[in-house]
């Protein structure tokens, strides 16, 4: 759903009205009877022969995701990988709202990320209560983590974007998603490796 | 493979010789079972009753992966996702040398991400060549995507870890792993909605 989330919106960007499976198939690298199964299963938004309404599609995609609704998001970490998150285009029109920057490192508090203050961990309690914030994006080294997840529980944050190299366990009521950096560069290289060795063979 | 590896990793980092399948387990919330399964796969590393010999199963795995060798890695996009790629902690120790930073606005060339000077995007294909790189790590905006392909097409580059938006069709003889944040964002956006509506229900 993300892809095809993702791809909807360059086509509404470029002025697409409709579009055919045949269409979308060959722009995703898709089957287009694989489409076909997969938007049905959300309501059947396509008719036969007409293609379907890009910006109708895109908006029952949006509900489907949670994304019609907005999210208020932190970054915990204001390293390099802390900036990107936090200055990453295209969050906003996808309805996150990045509202803070947090680290402990009591130099970096008070300069700015875009439009943002780092401020200190020790204000974001207070702050993830007084926001609303439900997403946490967590970019520390992995020796903070425990100490952030003892803030977080009983908040309001029902997520967790996780970039840090550990295997996050945050209880039953947070969501965890992982990005391992590091796990996807040795994936990248585990592919590498199998394919020089198929073609020893 | 890259999870066994990263776990393993900490093990060794932490003293362990030898660790059980159970004990294994625990830690990487997967049945000893399966864990059994996957390391037989690759040869039977483990003794019963005695446990995996930590350092010998990580060098094995090393190797499944490709790292035993070293692969020598560029960043191209010296945008804050490009310094964190460039700076990422731990990527040398896995073998992963990082050689260069490269980006096309003239104002950016010269500074230093870390050790590394950023270079001008017309200097890639010559670096590629004379430094042996095996793999482009790809920060840019969408829009230089195409160049920077065209650029690597043809060259010694077997692998590109591709951050950028677009999915990428580099040729038969590139890998590309993505790292789609954006995606990765809505995914957890799409979990929360769907807890949601469980709970509602």
Redesign the interface.
Known sequence: ???Y??YLGELLENGFERISSDDLSRR??VTASQIRQDLNNFGGFGQQGYGYNVKFLYGEIAK????EKT?NVVVVGA???G???A?????DR?G?NMLGVFDINSSLIGQKVGDLEIMPVSKLKEFIMGEDI??IALTT?KEAVEDIISIVKDSKV??I?NFT?V?L?AGPDI?V?N???????????????M??NNKLE
Chains 1, 2 share one sequence.
């Open positions: 759903m993300p892809r989330y993702r995703m690298n489907i995701l949670g994304v999210h390293g390099n990988l900036h990107a998150i200055k990453y285009p295209g969050f996808r996150f439900d997403i080294p029902t997520a974007w190299p295997d366990k969501l998603e990005v391992h950096l590091a796990d996807s560069l040795l994936t990248l290289s585990y592919k590498q490796q394919r020089k």
